[in-house]
Nanobody, 119 residues
């Protein structure tokens, strides 16, 4: 059973920063990869970044590389997404997700947290 709860969304100004958190309840953390996604109004869901819970290895989408940073705190069972230099185009609902390390599909999702960036 995997449970994911996001927090940290809200309103930010263009050029500002926000940090999202995903508190995870997973039986065997080392068997999972954690990811962050977003869905903007009228757009498809977009992959942003992922991190291996065991190795800490990360992958980023080109659209956020250099602005967003994914990290994990194993002691707190929490994954973070640090977002810098935000633009109105970053406005979306942000989701935390988990997939088994041997699977390509993320089949565990949080409820999402809204991020709104004003110009």
């Amino acid at each position: 059973q995997v449970q994911l709860v996001e927090s940290g969304g809200g309103l930010a100004q263009a050029g500002g920063s926000l940090t999202l958190a995903c508190a995870a309840s997973i039986r065997t953390f080392s068997e999972y990869v954690m990811g962050w996604f977003r869905r903007a109004p009228g757009k498809e869901r977009e992959f942003l970044a992922s991190i291996s819970w065991s190795s800490g290895g990360t992958v980023y989408a080109d659209s956020v590389k250099g602005r967003f940073t994914i990290s994990r705190d194993s002691a707190k069972n929490t994954v973070y997404l640090q977002m810098n230099n935000l633009t109105p185009e970053d406005t979306a609902v942000y989701y935390c997700a988990a997939r088994f390390v041997l699977s390509r599909d993320y089949n565990n999702w949080g409820q999402g947290t809204q991020v709104t960036v004003s110009s």
